[in-house]
């Protein structure tokens, strides 16, 4: 029962799995460097976990502080009833674009801006869910 999910509320779904899936290899690569009594205690000393695992937990900071961005967005739309082909194509790059992003950036891949380029595509895809938002309340 109850209202269908959207491609929109799809989105932010996919984009919470992918949070978790970077906060474990964030976690795992903070273990590696300081060892599993660090893991299991109060954790007072700042890890120093460098490579893909630092990488790892940039990417996912990044990714919270856009997801929360595509959420307030994404949901107030959604609530409203906003649900159309901009709005789905917005949810659509914001998902590709965070995916992309955080390969690119686990990888340290740094050529070409691809890291910039892509968190961008994140931007555009929550500012098209806006600019929809905007244009049908």
Known sequence: G???????????????VLLFVLILLSANANIGAMGMGWGLSNRDETPTTTGWGARAKRAYINLLENLL?????????????VHTELTVLGAQIFIIARVLHAIIYVAGITALGLRTLAWFGGVVGYALIFIALLMNT
Not at 2 to 16: D, H, I, Y
Not at 69 to 81: E, V
Request: charged share 5%; glycine share 10%.
């Open 2 to 16: 109850g209202n269908p999910m959207t491609m929109e509320l799809w989105a932010l779904v996919w984009g919470a």
């Open 69 to 81: 961005i595509y959420a307030a967005i994404a949901l107030p739309a959604h609530l409203a009833g």
